[in-house]
């Protein structure tokens, strides 16, 4: 049971370039979310998903984009990177709001 | 909106010891869940325990036991018999309940803590 998985574990961008981190759990959950985490800020919810096919907006949504067009997976894009979104981002999963989430292993992501 | 906020950012115990994180929590609602958090230097966020705002009694799992005050909006995680492999950073989160559009975790800043052998 691979639970939340993410790829890349780390990655380099210059700025102004695009990529997508991506992020697929096995659990059948419909619950899905996208955070950032800072030194000294906690972590920050960009977007997340009650379902395939629903997406809202989180606290810090701003130059990011997502879609659920599957329940197992929940890319994250990032459409001209930026060196303020220099962070460690987490995709994280539950089955429902009454359950805790289950996080990925992180990826860090470094924008010069 | 909810608002969590772990006010020592660092805090360090004795192997063997006892240690208390504080936690408080702003809500105007009366049904959310509240979580601990640990987070090793390897980075993999892992949950602690969970609480029902609707339960009085106190969670607990092996070592770890909470605090949860309602009315205080207090939420404290006390860790008994202190173990090296509890240096972490722990983050505490509420998530509200009633409606699926309101599932995310608010997080804490969190607090470093320091095992000393």
């Known amino acids: ?112 | 909106a909810q608002t969590v906020t772990q006010s020592q950012p660092e805090m360090s115990v004795q192997e063997a010891e006892t240690v208390t994180l504080s936690c408080t929590y702003d809500t105007s609602e009366s049904d959310y869940y509240l979580f601990w958090y640990k987070q090793p230097p390897s980075r993999q966020m892992i949950l602690v325990i969970r609480q029902e705002a609707y339960k009085q009694q106190n969670a607990t799992e092996n070592r770890f036991s909470v605090n949860f005050q309602k009315a205080a909006k207090s939420f404290s995680l006390k860790i008994s018999d202190s173990q090296l492999g509890d240096a972490a950073m722990y983050f505490c989160a509420y998530r509200s309940a009633p409606s699926g559009a309101n599932s995310k975790l608010t997080f804490g800043k969190g607090i470093t803590l320091s095992v000393r052998p």
């Open chain 1, 1 to 112: 049971n691979a639970g939340v998985t993410q790829t890349p574990k780390f990655q380099v961008l210059k700025t102004g370039q695009s990529m997508t981190l991506q992020c697929a759990q096995d659990m059948n959950h419909e619950y899905m979310s996208w955070y950032r985490q800072d030194p000294g800020m906690g972590l920050r919810l960009i977007h997340y998903s009650v379902g395939a096919g629903i997406t809202d907006q989180g606290e810090v949504p701003n130059g990011y984009n997502v879609s659920r067009s599957t329940t197992e997976d929940f890319p994250l894009r990032l459409l001209s990177a930026a060196p303020s979104q220099t962070s460690v981002y987490f995709c994280a999963s539950s089955r429902s709001f009454a359950y805790e989430q289950y996080f990925g292993p992180g990826t860090r992501l470094t924008v010069t």
